[in-house]
């Protein structure tokens, strides 16, 4: 910021140095007094045009298309120099400030005009031809010449300053900044500026003509300002006018093409945490207000070189492209999310919710849009597991190898990489096993053992989660015949994504598995997070309703980590609710968790599905669980996972059946 204020500095002290040159060299000379009324009229116009300027969006918000130049050059070409100076600045300050611009924005529009004006005055003066045009006689093709170097000048400065300070605003490249800026200007500001001796002659013969020509003049301007319009519509959000997806992405493209790659730029992705769930309860009208609340925090918290977009639904992007160490940006991002979880209040009731930020820097984590994207998109959907956190992506996907992880998992399905082990769920009453829940291991190569929650949240995000899905039900229906003949009613619990139950060929998959195995289906439950039923209602009902025509059993796992009640899935075909491992290891000690373990149990029973408390660790835990009415339990307690082998050898030595003792025992 302090190089802004520098440079604002530099500018202001110039164009006063400026303003003295003009007044200088233009010897003070008298305007004739039957220019008066023009002037008078070209100045209030002037004001007026600063007032009604529209923010030229193409060059980020820092220029403007401004029908002021015009007048300007028709002041100067009454030739009234140093008024047309202060007039163009003085109109600058009023506009900006009824725009409410912060004040080195006023000052800096208001020293760039006067100093581009000036650099266009003193090419007419230096050319003797400034007065040429309220003379008698013909026009030499000299006027014209000087007429369009000044133009030029004052257009060049112009432009040249305001990419400067754009430049250090936002840390782009300057000469990047001038390629795309100063075409825009001439054409723009050019056209209107060829006006300026229009308006001149005009109302020499009699400033009455004024109204007709500048009336024309305004046509045009309104015309220019309905495409700039027309364009901001293309380019931006109608809900919360940041920039849209699409302009968001030619953005960054041309962010890095022109970027020198020692000048680091982050990408920030963030997703609203519980946005579906709001837009679901309280409708989408609602859903928009918030939206919108949200967007305007993002805009205000806004910093220099921010870039901020909505890329869709609630999912938002900043480019920071200023900084030099990445704790500024992840202090700001830390800011904004604790900004962003204050409740809003647009609706007229206070309505929380969080965001998941994931960050990646360019060009550490990926140097083109499409990687860096990726990686910002793997960071925050790390950060999405926990709620409300900012993830950096070297943290959880580039740095700790996961991207090369999703690469080699790809691998492993094929490769017999992956495992099965099996943690076993005991009936409270009978104090049987009723089940062994499947949970992938995998064996990697290198790594040796990885565990599913560091790489089905990456296969989750892919077309490989079908494969890893499809290799686990193989394993799992394989390992349990083993011990189907011996154990009938054991069955085998296999976890599906959200990706699976949302594929619609998914209990095709499943079918076929059986019968090229030539299991009966109800040897198979499958676990549905209950944040699979809420993302895609429809589609999964479809999904659900086959598996329970083919006769598989279907449970709820994680049940009360999502926002979705029991009663709204009733209307599925589900058999069991599995109390997440949450709450149940918190029963003992906290009032709260034993509550809510309490009343999922209650309504569960209530609405016939049976209850498997998971994450048991203690006997304590167990009976309490057994007091209120829990039918099954699995966790350390009873049984942590195991390979197939130890499986079976566990089975055989009978241990799930101690449980049904009395606690003493056990
Ligand atoms: P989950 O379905 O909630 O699985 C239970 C997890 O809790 C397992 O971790 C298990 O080892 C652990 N656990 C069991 N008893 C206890 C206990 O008493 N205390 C504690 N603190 N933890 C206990 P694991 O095997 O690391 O699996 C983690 C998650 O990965 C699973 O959570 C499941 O969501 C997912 N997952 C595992 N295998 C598969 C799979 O084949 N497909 C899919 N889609 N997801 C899987
Ligand atoms: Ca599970
Ligand atoms: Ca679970």
């Known amino acids: 910021m302090t190089r802004v204020h520098t440079f604002v500095g530099v500018v202001a002290v110039a164009s006063v140095l400026a303003a003295v040159a003009v007044e200088r060299s233009w010897g003070g000379a008298e305007l004739a007094s039957d220019r008066g009324l023009s002037l008078a009229i070209f100045a209030g116009l002037l004001v007026a045009g600063e007032l009604h300027s529209v923010t030229w969006l193409k060059l980020h918000d820092g220029g403007e298309i401004t029908p002021s130049w015009a007048f300007a050059f028709a002041i100067l070409l009454l030739p009234a120099p140093l008024i047309a100076l202060v007039a163009m600045a003085g109109a600058s300050v009023v506009g900006d400030l009824a725009h409410r611009k912060p004040l080195v924005r006023v000052v800096f529009n208001a020293a760039q005009t006067a100093l581009s004006l000036a650099g266009g005055a003193l090419v007419m003066i230096a050319l003797g031809q400034l007065d040429a045009l309220m003379m008698a006689g013909d026009l030499s093709p ?31 490249r300057v000469v990047a900044m001038l390629r795309r800026g100063m075409l825009v200007n001439f054409v723009t500001d050019g056209a209107l500026v060829a006006l300026a001796p229009v308006f001149v002659v005009v109302a020499q013969r009699s400033a009455l003509f004024l109204p007709f020509v500048v009336g024309v003049a305004a046509l045009i301007y309104v015309n220019s300002r309905t495409v700039l319009a027309t364009e901001h519509d293309a380019t931006h959000d109608v809900l919360t006018h940041l920039w849209n997806r699409r302009a968001f992405l030619a953005r960054v493209e041309r962010e890095f093409a022109d970027r020198s790659p020692r000048r680091q730029c982050a990408l920030i992705l963030i997703d609203l945490d519980g946005f579906k769930e709001i837009n679901d309860r309280l409708g989408h009208q609602v859903g928009d207000l918030v939206l919108r609340e949200i967007g305007e925090r993002l805009d205000a918290a806004r910093g220099p070189g921010h870039v901020v977009a909505r890329m869709g639904g609630d999912e938002f992007a900043v ?17 904004l999310r604790a900004d962003l979880s204050r409740p809003c209040q647009s609706a007229g009731f ?24 990726r990686a910002a998109d793997l960071a925050m959907y790390g950060a999405k597991k926990v ?8 943290e959880t996907a580039v740095g700790t190898g996961r991207m090369a992880l999703l690469a080699d998992l790809e691998a492993a399905t094929r490769n017999d990489e992956l495992s099965l082990w099996y943690q076993p769920q005991v009936d409270l009453v009978t104090g049987e096993v009723v089940a062994f829940e499947a949970l992938a291991r995998w064996h990697h190569p290198r790594l040796g053992l990885v565990l599913p929650d560091e790489f089905m949240p990456l296969a989750e995000h892919t077309e490989l989660m079908a494969a890893v899905t499809q290799r686990v039900l193989d394993v799992a229906v394989r390992d349990a015949l083993r011990w189907h003949e011996r154990y009938p009613d054991i069955r085998v619990a296999v976890n599906t994504s959200a990706r699976n139950l949302h594929d619609l060929d998914f ?40 598996l329970e025509r083919l006769g598989a059993r279907l449970s709820i796992d994680d049940f009360g980590t999502g926002y979705s009640s029991l009663a709204n899935l009733r209307s599925l075909p589900l058999h069991a609710v599995k109390v997440d491992r949450s709450f149940v290891e918190g029963i ?41 009415g829990c039918d099954v339990v699995q966790g350390y307690l009873i049984g942590t996972p195991m ?24």
């Not at 206070?350 to 994207?373: N, Q, R």
């Open 142 to 172: 000299a006027w014209f010449a000087a007429f369009v170097l000044a133009a030029g000048v004052t257009f060049a400065v112009n432009g040249l300053l305001t990419c400067i300070v754009l430049a250090l605003h936002d840390g782009t």
């Open 319 to 335: 480019l920071v492209t200023q900084f030099t160490q990445l704790g500024e940006v992840t202090d700001w991002a830390e800011r």
């Open 588 to 628: 003992t000690h906290d009032a709260g968790d034993r509550m809510i373990v309490k009343s999922i149990l209650e309504l569960a029973r209530n609405l016939g599905l049976q209850t498997v408390a998971e994450g048991v660790e203690t006997v304590a835990a167990m009976e309490m669980l057994r007091g209120y």
């Open 387 to 394: 709620r409300n956190t900012i993830t950096v992506c070297h």
């Open 643 to 666: 390979p197939i082998t130890e499986t079976l050898q566990w089975l055989e030595r009978g241990q799930g059946t101690s449980l049904a003792v009395e606690p003493e025992r056990v």
């Open 350 to 373: 206070p309505v929380s919710l969080t965001g998941s930020f994931g960050v990646a820097v360019w060009p550490d984590h990926g140097a083109d849009p499409d990687v860096l994207f």
């Open 507 to 546: 209990a095709n998959a499943v079918e076929r598995t059986l019968l090229a195995h030539g299991a009966p289906a109800g040897i198979l439950e499958l676990e549905i997070t209950e944040n699979t039923v809420i993302s895609q209602p429809d589609r999964t009902r479809a999904v659900l309703q086959a």
